[in-house]
């Protein structure tokens, strides 16, 4: 630790600190562009500038020098810096003055006015005239990919999109061509940017350079009613921030937290608003002759009665999809236990995770912060970077580190990092577990590919013995970590909602011929086959309401407020942002509707109540924003177990990124993403 | 300098010569591993002299390829430098000094001959011999005014001996490099007008 004064303030502060971390330890804010803290440090758009004493005697940016660089006084009085003495006043006023040169006056038509960085310090730090009369420069504006507008007018050269391309994306899709005051950030050639986080470089940009395309034109900041909650998208819980206006969503934007997402979301993340549009049940259907039409909540609750009570208990089904918040998928399964069926499953892709193993079985022990105290990895039939490009990143971040071994078994793709490929399939993995040398604190990640399969068990035993043989269980380290791909999963396997003594499990519900009656939660991804009287309860038109013969139209995740599980087991809770469309109704209490018709009610009336007896059976889901940690034991448990694989390959547990859920396949964006991802693939392959 | 763009019309292919290729295995070599990408500007040098001393887009790529970097980390390389001729030369690339020193020895007269003779810069004489470009100081401000003719010196010029230069070249017949009035190095023109008497072991 270092003792340093900011303008008299005294600080302690580590000596590796940089003199605007210091500052901002002792409350100074400093104006800056180019910083940012999760970035490499730049040190060129000057806006950072501070007066030192103890060192040279100049204007210093304050981001690019360290505490350590600073010399004490002669008689060992600490260095010092100044925020606020004339010379500072002076260069800030100067570089603003350099910045606003060429920057446009166009604010009044800009999308980033009224959240612009370069706005809010000119007005702060800037001085009110110009003194220059030239022409401005002027840029052509860049075509980089379907999410991200460019203006490069406006473009002040901070460089850091083109930071954040290479090093947390791993893309290195950005760069600035030419130099000086020809220099331009472009993509190579006007080529789209092939990263799933990309839409984060709008975020970076502290002007209106780069801009969400698809927001173009659409709204002010200051319009927008801010909603802090988690998102669905994949099985991660990005913290993220939901702009709305009236009743419509406008953006998705990230909120920073350092456990999960850091302040990354991707593109699915950030760009599905428009699907939550489009492809929307707002009012109850019944299937007619063939044909579904709209019905009323009366006609639709009592068709789905008279069809339950005629229907025996074992002959009943319920399935819960990808999006259903914990809530919801509870409320089911109070329901299904009245009616008496062991038929229940939250695993629509057939991975054969499993509650009986214990809690540690399944979840993302390691923890995504614990990623970066890995000492190794193995990957076992995942592909992070499409099931959860945030985590991927995480993953990136350690290896860019050093001293990182990845291993990966399963199919080979650019996951934007370096590993040693081992093999397709169980039988590497196998050889693998016999024949490498243990590595402290390895990190063991599962993808839903090597699980959903016939023989997921015996690779989920595999890998648990590659964690205890390998160095990833240990004292203070569970690196026995699955990576989940769908929101629901943890919280639903939380619940225990897997088939009970007898039951079917998802496969097999959808088989013809299994099941009369099947209630589906919102699964989508499982086609069921014809046979079944399928209720399906969700927000939009797709795979599983095309199948249905009752449509009950619940709620969209921006449309309820409900707990989630990601798949390290950390419990958070998302908050309703706007209603429902039309007459559809948040599912736990449609849920609760379809009990009253049956006759026979849930015991509850509100939201609050299901929470109360949701919590009084599972406690754990009391401790929001917290994880309530898997036993290693678990583990060692489990890799005690004979385990059989068979020799086929893992198969990718996603085939497009873009394409994962409903809410995606309703939007355009994320189809136009995904066109063009299928275009890069297609010239790849050539 | 202007905004620099990959030229029209380019290539379908680049590849270096087995030549040009080992020697870029010995640059690269001389990095430690991982750092192969501190090898890229020799490398486009090479590969700009392979091309008749332009760069084409195939070979940046290539480049990129050979040293395991993102394209655009390459062309930001490319468009960097003023020495990577991103448009086809001509086969004497005449690279003009118009910095001050030159400017006040006479270098307009040099750039006069070149607009009548050549045209204006960037453009490749039909015979594709000549094409030139106004560049900052080369260094030889001594000898002003000076031009860099593919990779040599010609100083002291004017608008006769350049004309006479020009020529030459066109003709294909040898010509003399570095000053053109036959001085040597930075000698003073003429006779000495300091240190003219001799000194040290000399003097005795």
Known sequence: MTKILVDGVEVDVPSDFTLLQACEQAGFEIPRFCYHERLSIAGNCRMCLVEVKGGPPKPQASCAMSVKDLRPGPNGAPPEVFTKSPMVKKAREGVMEFLLINHPLDCPICDQGGECDLQDQ?????????????????????????????????????????????????????????????????????SAMSSELQGNVADLCPVGALLPKPQSFRGRPWEYQKTETIDVMDALGAAIRVDSRGREVMRILPRINDLVNEEWISDKTRQIVDGLKTQRLDRPYIRENGRLRPASWQEALAAVAAKTKATPASRIGALVGDLAAVEESFALKLLAEQLGTPNLDCRQDGAKLNPKFGRASYLFNATIAGIE?????????????????????????????????????????????????LGAGPESLLQFIRSAAPAEKLLVIVGQGALARDDGEAVLTLAAQAAQSLGGVSDGWNGFSVLHTAAARVGAL???????????????????????????????????????????????????????????????????????????????????????????????????????????????DSLAALRRRLVETHPHFAQVDEIAPGEAAQIVALANHPAVAMKDPFAPAIENFYFTNPIARASAVMAECSALAQGRLAQAAE | ???????????????????????????????PDGRQASAVVPALWQAQKQNDNWLPQAAIESVADALGMAKIRVLEIATFYSMFNLAPVGKYFIQLCGTTPCLLAGSDEIIDV???????????????????????????????????????????????????????????????????????????????TSLTSLYGDGAK
């Open chain 1, 373 to 421: 105290q890995a000492g190794a990895a193995l990957i076992i039939g995942a592909n992070p970077r499409k099931e959860s490009p945030v985590l991927n990143a995480r993953i990136r971040k350690r290896w860019l580190r050093g001293d990182f071994k990845i291993s990966l078994v399963g199919e080979r793709a650019d996951l934007t990092y370096d590993y040693d490929y």
């Open chain 1, 494 to 604: 939380d619940l225990k909602f897997t088939p009970g003594a007898g039951g079917l499990d998802a496969r097999a519900m959808a088989k013809s011929g299994a099941l009369d009656l099947i209630f589906n939660l919102g699964a989508d991804e499982i086609a069921i086959e014809p046979g079944a009287f399928v209720v399906y309860i969700g927000a939009h038109g797709d795979r599983g309401a095309h199948r249905a013969d009752v449509i009950l139209p619940g709620a969209a995740y921006t449309e309820k407020s409900g707990l989630y599980v990601n798949t390290e087991g950390r419990v958070q809770r998302a908050f309703r942002v706007v209603f429902p469309p039309g007459e559809a109704r948040e599912d736990w209490a449609v849920l609760r509707a379809l009990s009253g018709a049956l006759g026979n009610p849930l015991p509850f």
């Open chain 1, 122 to 190: 000119a007005l702060v730090f800037g001085v009110d005239s110009s003194r220059y009369h030239e022409n401005k420069r002027a840029v052509e504006d860049k075509y980089i990919g379907v999410l991200v507008k460019t203006e490069m007018n406006r473009c002040i050269h901070c460089t850091r999109c083109v930071r954040f391309t290479a090093e947390v994306a791993g893309t290195g899709d950005m760069g600035a061509i030419g130099r000086g005051e020809d220099m331009e950030i472009t993509t190579y050639l006007e």
């Open chain 2, 1 to 31: 300098m202007s905004v620099r763009r990959l030229a029209e019309g380019q290539p379908e292919s680049f590849e270096f010569t087995p030549e040009n290729r080992a020697w870029l295995d010995t640059q690269i070599a001389k990095y």
């Open chain 2, 114 to 192: 070149l607009q009548r003779r050549v045209g204006p810069q960037r453009r490749v004489t039909d015979d594709g011999l000549f094409s030139w470009l106004e560049v900052e100081c080369l260094g030889a401000c001594c000898n002003a005014p000076m031009v860099q003719i593919n990779d040599d010196y010609y100083e002291d010029l004017t608008a006769e001996n350049f004309e006479k230069l020009l020529d030459n070249l066109a003709a294909g017949r040898p010509v003399k490099t570095g000053s053109q009035i036959g001085r040597v190095s930075s000698e003073p023109v003429g006779k000495l």
